[in-house]
C-alpha cells in the first residue's frame, strides 16, 4: 500500500512531466503583459527603474514597465525583456534554490534569463531553463508589491500567468477527431500505469484532462494538456507530439528527450 508521502511524490513527477508535455509555446517573437492569474495583478518592473530590482506584481496600467517582449532562442527558450528598460528577466545570481529572486538584469543570454512558456489550457507557466522552476507569487499572496521567485512546478493558480499578447493561430481542425475522445489510462514506456485521463476535442484542438481521485467524489479534473493539430492522427505543442496509432492506442513523444515518453490505451466513454 502506497503512503500518502508516497502519492505526493508520484503526483508532483506527474505533474512536471505533464506539464512540460502539454505545450512548450513553439519560440516565436510577441510582446504581453504577464498578469498572475490568481491575483489578476501584473508583473511590474518597480518605478519603471533601469536598475537591477526585483520583480513585483502591481495593479496592471498598461504603461511600458508592465510590457515584455519575449525574444525567442535556439533551445525553444525565451529572453523576456522589459520593454521600458530593455533590461531581462533574471534568476538572481543564478540561484538554483527555491524563492530565488526574479529580477531585471542587462540582457546577456545565459540559461538564468532563459524562460520556457508552457501552456496548459488557456494560461501559461514560465519556467526557468536554469533549474527547471516556475515563476510563483510567494504564499499565493494577493497583495500589490509582493515580489516575485523562482519554486518548484506544482501547477498551483499563484505560477499561472495570462498573456494576453500571445495568439498561437492554431489552425483548423482535421475532421472525425470525435473518433479519440474518451477515458485514456496512460503508462510509462516500460507499461507502469501512472493515471487517468479524458480525452476532448475543443476549438481544433485536443484536450487531454488529467485525472485524480478524491475519495467518494471518485475521478475530478486535475489539470488540462492542449494539443494543436497536425493531421488528423498526430497533435503537437512544443516538443511533444501525441501520435494515435489506432483508435484505441497513442503514443506521446517528447522528441526533446528531456521528459519520458508516454503511451495511453482507451479504457471507455469517460463516463
Not at 491575483?39 to 513585483?56: A, R, Y
Request: proline share 4%; charged share 20%.
Amino acid at each position: 500500500m502506497r503512503t500518502r508521502t508516497g502519492l505526493f511524490a508520484v503526483s508532483v513527477c506527474l505533474f512536471i512531466i505533464l506539464a512540460a508535455i502539454s505545450g512548450s509555446v513553439h519560440a516565436k517573437s510577441f510582446s504581453s503583459p504577464i498578469r498572475a492569474a490568481h491575483s489578476g495583478l501584473c508583473l511590474d518592473v518597480p518605478e519603471s527603474s533601469n536598475e537591477v530590482v526585483g520583480i513585483v506584481q502591481w495593479p496592471c496600467t498598461g504603461n511600458p514597465n508592465q510590457l515584455f517582449d519575449f525574444k525567442p532562442q535556439s533551445d525553444n527558450s525565451y529572453l523576456i525583456q522589459a520593454r521600458h528598460s530593455g533590461m531581462c528577466l533574471d534568476v538572481e545570481a543564478g540561484s538554483t534554490e527555491n524563492g530565488a529572486r526574479l529580477i531585471q538584469y542587462p540582457c546577456h543570454g545565459s540559461v538564468n534569463q532563459r524562460f520556457r512558456v508552457i501552456r496548459s489550457a488557456d494560461i501559461f507557466f514560465l519556467v526557468s531553463r536554469l533549474a527547471e522552476r516556475c515563476v510563483d507569487v510567494p504564499g499565493a499572496s494577493r497583495a500589490p508589491g509582493t515580489a516575485l521567485v523562482l519554486w518548484r512546478c506544482h501547477g498551483a493558480a499563484h505560477q499561472r500567468v495570462a498573456l494576453p499578447g500571445l495568439r498561437e493561430g492554431v489552425t483548423a481542425s482535421p475532421q472525425n477527431r470525435q473518433a479519440f475522445e474518451g477515458r485514456w489510462r496512460v503508462r510509462t514506456a516500460t507499461g507502469a500505469e501512472v493515471g487517468t485521463a479524458d480525452i476532448i476535442v475543443m476549438d481544433g484542438d485536443l484536450r487531454i484532462i488529467w485525472l485524480k481521485r478524491e475519495g467518494r467524489r471518485g475521478w475530478v479534473q486535475a489539470y488540462t494538456l492542449v494539443f494543436p493539430a497536425v493531421t488528423r492522427d498526430r497533435y503537437r505543442a512544443g516538443d511533444t507530439t501525441v501520435e494515435f496509432l489506432n483508435a484505441n492506442r497513442a503514443a506521446v513523444i517528447d522528441e526533446s528527450g528531456r521528459n519520458a515518453n508516454l503511451t495511453m490505451e482507451r479504457v471507455g466513454s469517460g463516463q
